[in-house]
């Protein structure tokens, strides 16, 4: 690992991201950070360019202009490893995408032997483990057709984890549940937290930014239009875009 990563700077730094799909600009120059240990919350309305900042972190999308470190390393660089960046970054989806044929168990071991190139033994022995993080030491038989939404997004949370990242990425991950499954999967993410992982977190659950993060970002037509600490700015924001967006979603 190189001394950057193992060392100093934030955990996420990124400077004059631009990003455009054909004639739309959907990332207008986004300057933002997250701090070691940091939680933060990106809010906004729908096609605001949330999912596609994320994107750029872990290179999903290729940034047209701008850079983004990661741990201090620059992975907007021409010669970034790519798979070694998304080694440290965990991303979990709103969309939960396990194999269907593959046991909990057997989900959360298999990118660790494939990109981590684990023995069988030693993968599940971690799938255990995190599987037990995220409540389901008694579902790791389980296939996803026997597992509710909440418990399936936490097998793919145990997924990510299983890789040791870094920083974890979370793009809406509870908007695809039903309401009353929501809890534990924000639970699981709550407790990540108080653990000290690095969190930067897309999401429309007002009570969670406020409870868990330390600080949250509103976009807004592709700017970050105001950041601050959690409670000030859903409780008091200073931009009018701001408080016309909570109006909707409190
Ligand atoms: P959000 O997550 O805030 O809802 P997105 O980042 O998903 O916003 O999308 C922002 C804009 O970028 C939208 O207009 C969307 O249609 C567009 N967009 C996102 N991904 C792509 C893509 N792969 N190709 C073309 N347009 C895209
Ligand atoms: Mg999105």
């Not at 096609?47 to 994320?54: D, H, N």
């Not at 937290?193 to 429309?204: I, K, N, P, Q």
């Amino acid at each position: 690992m190189p001394a950057a990563a193992a060392g100093g700077g934030r955990a996420i730094e990124i400077r004059g991201l631009r990003k455009s799909f054909g004639a739309n600009e959907v990332l207008r120059g986004i300057d933002f950070h997250v701090e070691r240990g940091e939680v933060v919350c990106v809010i906004g309305p729908s096609g605001s360019g949330k999912s596609t900042l994320l994107r750029c972190v872990n290179l999903l999308e290729e940034p047209d202009a701008g850079t983004v470190r990661v741990a201090g390393a620059e992975v907007t660089g021409p010669e970034v490893d790519i798979d070694a960046v998304r080694r440290r970054i965990g991303m979990v989806f709103q969309s939960f995408n396990l194999f269907p044929h593959l046991t909990a168990l057997g989900n959360v071991a298999l990118a660790q032997r494939k990109v981590l190139r684990r023995g069988r033994a030693e993968a599940e022995r971690i799938a255990r483990e995190n599987l037990d993080r995220v409540g389901l030491a008694d579902k790791v038989g389980a296939y996803p057709a026997q597992l509710s939404g909440g418990q399936q997004q936490r097998v793919a949370m145990a997924r990510a984890l299983a890789m040791g990242p870094e920083v974890m990425l979370f793009d809406e991950p509870t908007s695809a549940l039903d309401p009353e499954l929501v809890g534990d999967v924000l639970g699981v993410m709550r407790a990540l937290a108080e653990e000290g992982m690095t969190m930067l977190v897309v999401t429309h659950e007002m009570g969670f930014a406020r409870e868990v993060a330390d600080r949250v970002v509103f976009m807004d037509g592709g700017v970050v239009v105001e950041e601050g600490p959690a409670a000030r700015m859903i409780t008091d924001p200073g931009q009018g875009r701001t408080r016309a967006f909570l109006s909707r979603v409190l």
